[in-house]
């Protein structure tokens, strides 16, 4: 259960998804079910979107930070299709992903790469959320601490000052987009590894720092997730595709 100093924060990944039309339904909708909600809220919309996205979101009320899906290592240049943090600053952002399973996994973003565009978005003045996660390879062959920490790692690394922003998200690649999400007990021991390494360089940061679940959550499962100790909110790929699921899941509220 997240102390009283964590609210949850529910974020939603439209990944590569939706028209300008759908982007613009479902923030009128993420805002709508934030305005009541104790939750805090996040949407992630594809680049092009993200000012229309900012737009509909600040005239529904505000109350969802907006957020960009990646950001790049280098601060300018001869990137070609890259978006630099500072530009995601400049179309409203206030959060980033750094490291998301699909851009290690399917862009070839390697550790020291997360690692810089964690830089860049410190620097933009954003709030990096760093996602770790491991394969079903490596969690079959016993090294899921291992591979999460070393991701943890690289990014902790970039951190300039205590006061700098950071949210964790606990994302195991076989539970992306499956269908197959780990169950509570397997992201609260990911979580509270996390939070230990965490500890060991910063204790304060440690108990104030947000950690995510993100694979295959839906309105179903997420009450476990969110019950057990450590797993401070949730990164939500698919069900936050539709209004109705994310908003069921933004309006969580604990039993009891
Ligand atoms: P799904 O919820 O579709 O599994 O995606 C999770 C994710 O990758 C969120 O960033």
């Not at 996205?53 to 240049?77: F, I, K, N, P, R």
């Amino acid at each position: 259960m997240s102390t009283p100093t964590r609210t949850p924060l529910i974020a939603g990944n439209w990944k590569m998804n939706g028209s300008l039309g759908d982007a613009r339904t479902w923030a009128e909708a993420a805002a709508a079910a934030a305005a009541a909600s104790a939750n805090d809220v996040a949407v992630f919309p594809p680049a092009p979107w993200l000012m229309a996205v900012g737009g509909s979101l600040a005239d529904a009320g505000g109350g969802v930070t907006l957020g960009g899906q990646a950001c790049a290592w280098e601060a300018a240049g001869a990137f070609t299709g890259a978006v630099a943090a500072s530009m995601l600053a400049e179309a409203g952002c206030r959060m980033v992903l750094c490291g998301h399973s699909e851009r290690r996994h399917v862009f070839g973003e390697r550790d020291a790469d997360v690692a810089g565009g964690l830089a860049r978005a410190l620097e933009a003045g954003l709030e990096p959320i760093l996602c770790v996660g491991e394969t079903l390879e490596e969690r079959e062959a016993g090294q899921t601490e291992a591979v999460i920490l070393r991701q943890l790692d690289a990014g902790l690394a970039c951190l300039r000052s205590a006061e700098d922003p950071l949210t964790i998200a606990y994302e195991p690649v076989w539970a992306i987009g499956t269908g197959k999400a780990a169950t509570p007990v397997e992201a609260a021991a990911a979580h509270a590894s996390l939070r230990a390494r965490v500890a060991e360089t910063d204790a304060e940061r440690a108990a104030r720092v947000r950690i995510l679940y993100g694979g295959s959550a839906n309105p179903d499962n997420m009450g476990g997730f969110l019950e057990v100790s450590d797993v401070d909110g949730l990164l939500i790929g698919g069900a936050s595709l539709d209004p109705a699921k994310f908003a069921a899941m933004v309006g969580y509220t604990p039993a009891g």
